[in-house]
């Protein structure tokens, strides 16, 4: 079963638009969540964070908010440049005892054009 | 910090044939993975190293596959008598110390087609 969902495989918006990337959880052990970029014929790259104390964490152009009681993060970036085209992964981490273990979504392309 | 890196980038071989890949992480990184990717999905937790230690094997991980960390160094990973099903991105990965405070930096990973 899916524990880490990305349900939109792709996304397309304009350059110096904002990008929002969903994700959804089922596992209420995951604490913590990042995401990850990753360009073709290249691993994944982390981007950002965020600790379930947490609801929002910035870094830059990207935000990522955290909406515990619905199992729901999103990863907003603004403006989109046509460089953040890639792949986007959500991740999470849980508190038990695979604390070292990461349970990845399935990913969301997203398209910035020019 | 050079990175992790990985070889051979590309892997072509033969139903039933053995393969064995290399990681090398980031030097000062006690803790090692390695995740595998397939078509479509996110990676997939494969298994980790603490220093030489081996703490947890997937169940994604059949007796066929076999990984190592001697010396707490590089890594490899072993397929053995491949079948078509193992066709997939195998990716390494390190960290120092634990994930809330040291993400996983991945290699590029090493592609792997079992024909």
């Known amino acids: 079963d899916q524990q880490v969902k990305q349900n939109s495989p792709s996304l397309s918006v304009q350059e110096g638009r904002i990008s929002i990337l969903n994700c959804d959880y089922t596992?209420?052990?995951?604490?913590?969540f990042l995401w990850y970029k990753k360009y073709p014929a290249e691993g994944p790259t982390f981007l950002i964070s965020i600790s379930s104390i947490k609801d929002k964490n910035e870094d830059g152009r990207f935000t990522v908010f955290l909406n515990k009681s619905a199992k729901h993060l999103s990863l907003h970036i603004v403006p989109s440049q046509p460089g953040d085209s890639a792949v986007y992964f959500c991740?999470?981490?849980?508190?038990?005892?695979?604390?070292?273990?990461?349970?990845f979504g399935k990913g969301t392309l997203l398209t910035v054009n020019p | 910090d050079t990175g992790v890196s990985q070889n051979p980038r590309h892997k072509i071989t033969k139903r039933g044939q053995n393969v064995t890949f290399r990681c090398d992480p980031i030097?000062?990184?006690?803790?090692l993975y390695w995740y595998r990717q397939t078509l479509g999905q996110g990676p997939e937790f494969l298994t980790y190293?603490?220093?030489?230690?081996?703490?947890?094997k997937s169940r994604l991980l059949s007796d066929r596959f076999s990984a190592e960390r001697p010396k707490g160094s590089f890594s490899t990973l072993e397929i053995q008598r491949t079948e078509q099903g193992d066709s997939a991105m195998y990716l390494c990965?390190?960290?120092?110390?634990?994930?809330?405070?040291?993400?996983?930096?991945f290699g590029n990973g090493t592609r792997l087609t079992v024909t």
């Open positions: 030097s000062e990184h006690n803790r």
């Open positions: 990965a390190s960290s120092l110390g634990g994930q809330y405070n040291s993400p996983l930096h």
């Open positions: 596992n209420s052990m995951f604490d913590y």
């Open positions: 190293f603490q220093n030489e230690a081996q703490l947890e």
């Open positions: 991740a999470a981490i849980g508190s038990g005892g695979s604390n070292y273990k990461l349970t």
